[in-house]
């Protein structure tokens, strides 16, 4: 599989993007949705920022709080000697029985006219202001339906993560339409147009005794309320797909079916990109996927970085035969590459059902 990564990659980082409040530092800018709108192309990036931390013995952690009854930033300390405290994932505060995220992630616009040179907009386009988004938001996948941009992603608290949905016409003004998926749950994904009359959406639920994070799809009649889930695709033990699988980019029509392109992961955190042909009517029913991936971790801003060896994506332009992956590289920056759409669909190996 060729993959033409952008020569100017990585497109956006971190002293890219100015902190949304003082006192804070962007740490990550990455896992950006992507669309067309008004001859730019924009993405929707994950901005983490954390306090300035001037203490080396002191963990810092920001946390939305509403105990005053509206959303108001605070910042919660601890030293780094706490009993019991587990501080070996940078991402994480981690106690027996409570786990606080070290930064708080809001969501940024950056634009561009050619796809590879990009601005970043001073201020946040959406941010973490209710109760369920106390930790912050993340990791948005932008569909256009008619004439209105659908964003679902995660809202993460400490009563869990969940798959919330916000709306758009114009990247300025939103309506927030609350949680769609109960925790914990990753990975939503709207479909662009309706299947058989209903909505179609791609999730992940994370079961924590009996299976695996795996993908599923469901359905709705109003894109707030979901059922009718289906199992589509699992995780493969001993392989690139063994420890966690979830969709990656908004899913795009061929003449063969819907083509997903998903993310995998392995249980040591080695993240990669495949391919998987989808049926057009009954998109659970998983055609044909890739048995390797079509991208993975090789460049030095994908294998080292925040967190080493990732490439994740959460949105794709498909202009021809050329998809152009926009990816989160080691959780720390955006990139893209260009992909052949025929040498992706010419790879995909048949998949045995019973």
């Known amino acids: 599989m060729r993959v033409n990564r952008y020569p100017e990659n990585p497109l956006v980082t971190p002293k890219d993007v100015k902190p949304s409040m003082d006192g804070y530092e962007v740490v990550c800018a990455f896992n950006a949705g992507v669309i067309e709108h008004n001859g730019e192309i924009l993405m929707l990036m994950r901005v983490a920022e954390r306090p300035i931390n001037h203490k080396k013995d002191m963990v810092l952690v920001p946390i939305v ?16 000697t706490t009993e019991g405290i587990n501080l070996s994932d940078p991402r994480i505060a981690l106690f027996p029985g409570q786990v606080y995220l070290t930064s708080i992630s809001h969501f940024r616009i950056a634009r561009s006219k050619d796809g590879h040179s990009f601005t970043v907009d001073d201020h946040p386009a959406m941010y973490p202001d209710q109760e369920y988004e106390s930790y912050g938001i993340e990791d948005p996948r932008i569909t256009k339906i008619d004439d209105t941009y659908w964003v679902v992603y995660k809202g993460v ?104 392109i998903y993310h995998a992961a392995t249980a040591d955190h080695r993240y990669c990109l495949g391919a998987a042909l989808l049926e057009k009517d009954r998109p659970e029913k998983v055609i044909a996927k890739s048995s390797a991936p079509i991208l993975e971790p090789e460049a030095p801003y994908e294998v080292d970085g925040f967190m080493k060896n990732v490439v994740f994506t959460c949105g794709a332009i498909v202009k021809g035969n050329t998809v152009t992956i926009y990816y989160g590289a080691a959780d720390e920056s955006m990139c893209a590459a260009d992909l052949s759409l025929s040498e992706i669909m010419d790879g995909l190996e048949a998949v045995c059902t019973i």
């Open 65 to 80: 709080d509403f105990e005053a009854g509206t959303a108001k930033q605070k910042i919660l300390s601890f030293s780094s």
């Open 157 to 260: 608290a400490a009563t869990g993560i969940t798959q919330c949905l916000a709306s758009t016409k114009d990247f300025v003004n939103w309506k927030k339409h609350g949680i769609i998926l109960a925790p914990e749950n990753m990975d939503g994904i709207l479909f662009p147009e309706k299947i058989n009359g209903r909505y179609a959406l791609l999730h992940r639920p994370y079961p924590h005794f009996i299976g695996s994070p795996n993908m599923w799809v469901a359905y709705s009649n109003n894109l707030t309320e979901w059922g009718d889930h289906k199992f589509m695709l699992g995780c493969a033990a001993g392989t690139w797909e063994g420890s966690r699988i979830g969709g990656g980019a908004v899913p795009f029509l061929t003449d063969r079916g819907w083509l997903e």
